[in-house]
């Protein structure tokens, strides 16, 4: 009796073990792809500028696994923790599979840093975010 209860026990750990190894791998959750553009005209990178000037930045998204959502943007003065939403807008079913964006941004007149944040979300809730530092003098 004492060879069948082993046998028994080890066909339930290889049967057990059998099992678990047949699971899916979770899902690797990959977000949007968002880059700045670049070229003539365009700012895609930190930059320093006078008090009351303005830049161009434009972003343009790809779908990467999920629909793409929504897309916004904010910004914080002088290093603050918390920043405010400038701009936030739900993408329309033409804009899933790609979205592009030109914003142009106006620095305050004081002296400081601006960081501007580009997010966008994707159906499952993924985040890509873009920032550029601003310098203003």
Known sequence: MKHFTAILSFTAVLLLSGFSSCRKEADAHVPP????VTGAGYTS??????????????VVVHKTEDD????????????AANSTTLYNYVLTAAEYLNFSHDHVIHTRNQAGSEK????VTDRDGNVTQKSITLTVN
């Open 116 to 119: 501007w944040t580009f997010t």
């Open 45 to 58: 990178a930190d930059v320093t500028l006078a008090q009351g000037d303005s830049i161009l930045v434009g």
């Open 68 to 79: 793409l959502r929504t897309f916004n943007i904010s910004y914080a003065y002088d290093g």
């Open 33 to 36: 792809e968002m880059n700045f």
